[in-house]
T-cell receptor
């Protein structure tokens, strides 16, 4: 089975500083990768995704993530964070040829806290 | 407005009672999912359904039951057999692109269940 590792459970960072949230997955087969954001007591919202093509994907609010097949990683970065970025971030993976249909594998989440 | 609705937002029940959580989507999505979220544990899959009248157990199905009588609806029943039901429950749906993998999952706002 697939596993997704988010090494940092909590990441505090000062406002306007850069941040990187790490995500590694275990599969050696082709995968599709996602980052979701969750604000308190809300559902998850898609932040960005990698399905194919350019390995660098960007979101509309300044986040970006790079798919690195050799390192099986999909780290999320932002060059300058805002207070409003404080939230829980989840990395997710789906295998391209999964025989379980559409089963997503989620990491345990990283809590990003932006300090004024 | 298309989306996924979950009701109620907050639910309180006495120990030993069954309770049903509602999930409705008007996105015309084929697949629907139920996740349980506990602090520090990320999302764990309870059940999923890829088509009407069919569903599969996820990683933590014990003590839960579901039905999929309509494409739009996927209710989850938390039975008295579930030993620790207090948690945040998230419903999601997704659609398969023609010739491709399933696309990202769309999440509802969640239901916080507290068993007293």
């Amino acid at each position: 089975a697939q596993s997704v590792t988010q090494l940092d459970s909590q990441v505090p960072v000062f406002e306007e500083a850069p941040v990187e949230l790490r995500c590694n997955y275990s599969s050696s087969v082709s995968v599709y990768l996602f980052w979701y954001v969750q604000y308190p007591n809300q559902g998850l919202q898609l932040l960005l995704k990698y399905l194919s093509g350019s390995t660098l994907v960007e979101s509309i609010n300044g986040f970006e993530a790079e798919f690195n097949k050799s390192q099986t990683s999909f780290h999320l970065r932002k060059p300058s964070v805002h207070i409003s970025d404080t939230a829980e971030y989840f990395c997710a993976v789906i295998e391209e040829l999964s025989n379980t249909g559409n089963q997503f594998y989620f990491g345990t989440g990283t809590s990003l806290t932006v300090i004024p | 407005d298309g989306g996924i609705t979950q009701s109620p937002k907050y639910l309180f029940r006495k120990e030993g009672q069954n309770v049903t959580l509602s999930c409705e989507q008007n996105l015309n999505h084929d697949a629907m999912y139920w996740y349980r979220q506990d602090p520090g544990q990320g999302l764990r899959l309870i059940y999923y359904s890829q088509i009407v009248n069919d569903f599969q157990k996820g990683d933590i199905a014990e003590g839960y039951s579901v039905s999929r009588e309509k494409k739009e609806s996927f209710p989850l029943t938390v039975t008295s057999a579930q030993k620790n039901p207090t948690a945040f429950y998230l419903c999601a749906s997704s659609i398969r692109l023609a010739g491709g993998p399933y696309n990202e999952q769309f999440f509802g706002p969640g239901t916080r269940l507290t068993v007293l």
